[in-house]
């Protein structure tokens, strides 16, 4: 049997099954994000002390956009709009505006065989460089093996307005040298010294991009919308429900651990179109993310 256990003081969400095989951590405060999840007995995604969630924006739901806007700045409909610049060093706009925003729990099921949780935000002030009301929901669902996140965005202010979405997951494998990543690209993005796209260049890719000991904050145009991690102790599959899909991979400081981000665009989308996706006033996006866990062993 599962349970949802709330803890209101820091406002966290648990989730676990009486086989003691499924984990998850869910920060309401910090955009719902999943801060620990264990699937299969395997814990896939664990807390990042001592790097911080400021610092790394761990499993963040990235909304409007995903990655960064050159110098927080572009223009949309004629009109120029700056959003705040939160990544000083590089002088971007980074992983959007909901990462620190409070959810609100809608709903939530348990039963002997999954846990799902439905969360919201609504946005009902005007954000600096997004001058638009919306209301997100995430519903988690978590079964012996999988984990699917659903996205919904819908638009509620009487303006149509730009959007690309993404996930900012981190996660954890035994020895990292020796995985790996597989997924389908013939093209690949080209970054400046500030991780601004500037071009697109042609990608090919032999049997697995073996990580090794890169050092990685790379994006690829996906050609399919399925990218498998593979490690020495479970293999992760990861899809997406939306037609173009683009993959941002990531190695932060810390041990054995690498950033592997679903997106629908690219950094500096809002200026570069790249992905970039309209959504009208009073309508509805919806994106699902899924990731299955294989034993290595198995």
């Given amino acids: 049997m599962y349970k949802i256990n709330h803890n209101n ?6 989730i676990e099954n009486s086989l003691n095989n499924v984990y998850g951590k869910i920060h309401l405060n910090s955009g719902a994000s999943l801060q620990e999840l264990t699937l299969n007995g395997h814990a896939i995604i664990k807390d990042l002390s001592p790097l911080t969630y400021a610092n790394t924006y ?3 739901i990235l909304f409007p956009f995903a990655n960064r806007i050159k110098d927080g700045a572009y223009t949309f409909n004629c009109k120029d709009f700056q959003f705040e610049i939160n990544q000083k060093e590089e002088n971007n706009a980074l992983h959007g505006l909901v990462y620190n925003k409070t959810f609100q729990i809608i709903d939530q099921e348990t039963s002997n065989d999954s846990a799902s949780i439905l969360l919201e935000y609504n946005e009902t002030e005007f954000s600096t460089g997004f001058p638009y009301t919306y209301t997100i929901q995430l519903k988690y669902i ?44 013939s093209k690949k993005i080209v970054l400046d010294e500030k991780n601004i796209a500037t071009d697109i260049e042609d990608f090919e890719l032999e049997n697995v991009f073996n990580i090794e000991d890169k050092q990685l904050d790379d994006c690829w145009i996906l050609d399919s919308n399925k990218v498998t991690f593979h490690t020495p102790k479970y293999r992760l599959i990861i899809e997406s429900s939306a037609e173009d899909n683009f993959l941002q991979a990531y190695t932060p400081p810390k041990p054995n651990t690498i950033a592997i981000e679903p997106t629908t665009g690219v950094s500096n989308s809002f200026n570069n179109n790249i992905g970039l996706e309209i959504l009208d006033a009073n309508d509805t996006y919806n994106i699902n993310w899924n990731i299955k866990i294989n034993s290595n062993f198995n």
């Fill in 142 to 185: 978590f079964t012996s093996t999988n984990l699917s996140l659903d996205v919904s965005v819908k638009n509620t202010d009487t303006k149509e307005f730009p959007f690309t979405l993404g996930w900012h997951p981190y996660f954890s494998s035994a020895d990292l040298f020796n995985s790996s990543l597989d997924f389908n690209s």
């Fill in 58 to 60: 761990a499993s963040s």
């Fill in 9 to 14: 003081t820091l406002n966290i969400l648990e």
